[in-house]
């Protein structure tokens, strides 16, 4: 969704926690730039609300939501999430994004995608895939590609394993700067990881063993310091070279 505005006055509220019924910005006289807004956050005639406890997060150059540690997912525009095939049919695959309803992603949302090139998904398939459409009234709708139509990072994701997270650890995953977790594994273990923004991440190595000791240092640094969470690798590390 996208609000016009002409202030950074929500900046003093940014990581700070929030409930709803908060107001985080007045609209009445602002008009001269858009900003965009996530997860958690609803405009109400001429102010934006707070409509779910968490914190107020914001992304360059103007998008603004609310981040909380949840299961439930909802799909925001431009979210790259991890879905599941649960159907193919003429037109779409139907994909479980663990979101309110089932998404749809059509056969030709892909890199240079034709009906002469339909991509075929066994059911089951686990796919990194970006939300493009999304509002109450209708199923998200997904994309293989970036904004450029290019494939970048999307498609099928094979081996591995994937599990479950709440949202809150998923996008700490995603931060910038890197997050300390993923930083001391990152030096110590090679692996591939794919994180998705509605609370599922996807982990693979050469090494069973990798994947595992990847996992649960993933699962177990939601709530641990930065600090803690670089202490966290040190001990796994020691368990296993032990």
Same mark, same amino acid.
């Given at each position: 969704?996208?609000?016009?505005?002409?202030?950074?006055?929500?900046?003093?509220?940014?990581? %700070?926690?929030?409930?709803?019924?908060?107001?985080?910005?007045?609209?009445?006289?602002?008009?001269?730039?858009?900003?965009?807004?996530?997860?958690?956050?609803?405009?109400?005639?001429?102010?934006?609300?707070?409509?779910?406890?968490? /914190?107020?997060? =914001?992304?360059?150059?103007?998008?603004?939501?609310?981040?909380?540690?949840? /299961?439930?997912?909802?799909?925001?525009?431009?979210?790259?999430?991890?879905? !599941?095939?649960?159907?193919?049919?003429?037109?779409?695959?139907?994909?479980? !994004? %663990?979101?309110?309803?089932?998404?749809?992603?059509?056969?030709?949302? =892909?890199?240079?995608?034709?009906?002469?090139? !339909? *991509? /075929?998904?066994?059911?089951?398939?686990?796919?990194?895939?970006?939300?493009?459409?999304?509002?109450?009234?209708?199923? *998200?709708?997904?994309?293989?590609?970036?904004?450029?139509? %290019?494939?970048?990072?999307?498609?099928?994701? %094979?081996?591995?394993?994937?599990?479950?997270?709440?949202? #809150?650890?998923?996008?700490?995953?995603?931060?910038?700067?890197?997050?300390?977790?993923?930083?001391?594994?990152?030096?110590?273990?090679?692996?591939?990881?794919?994180? #998705?923004?509605?609370?599922?991440?996807?982990?693979?190595?050469?090494?069973?063993?990798?994947?595992?000791?990847?996992?649960?240092?993933?699962?177990?640094?939601? =709530?641990?310091?930065?600090?803690?969470?670089? !202490?966290?690798?040190? /001990?796994?590390?020691?368990?296993?070279?032990?």
């Amino acid at each position: 969704m996208e609000v016009e505005t002409s202030s950074s006055s929500t900046a003093n509220l940014v990581d %700070k926690a929030v409930v709803p019924g908060d107001i985080v910005l007045d609209l009445t006289s602002m008009s001269d730039q858009t900003i965009r807004l996530g997860a958690g956050l609803r405009q109400n005639s001429d102010v934006l609300s707070v409509v779910k406890a968490g /914190k107020l997060k =914001f992304k360059k150059p103007n998008k603004y939501w609310v981040e909380s540690s949840q /299961k439930r997912y909802v799909p925001s525009v431009e979210d790259t999430v991890l879905g !599941i095939v649960v159907d193919a049919r003429a037109d779409n695959f139907l994909v479980d !994004i %663990k979101g309110p309803t089932l998404a749809f992603l059509p056969v030709l949302a =892909f890199e240079g995608g034709t009906r002469r090139n !339909i *991509p /075929k998904f066994e059911i089951g398939t686990l796919l990194y895939i970006r939300v493009v459409k999304a509002n109450s009234c209708m199923n *998200p709708e997904l994309s293989c590609t970036d904004a450029n139509g %290019k494939a970048a990072e999307f498609g099928s994701l %094979k081996e591995g394993y994937m599990f479950d997270t709440s949202t #809150g650890l998923a996008r700490m995953l995603l931060r910038s700067p890197t997050c300390p977790v993923l930083e001391a594994l990152g030096r110590k273990l090679s692996f591939e990881i794919a994180v #998705g923004l509605n609370g599922r991440v996807w982990v693979n190595a050469s090494s069973p063993s990798t994947v595992i000791l990847v996992s649960n240092a993933i699962m177990r640094s939601e =709530f641990l310091s930065d600090v803690q969470q670089k !202490i966290l690798v040190e /001990k796994l590390m020691q368990r296993v070279q032990g």
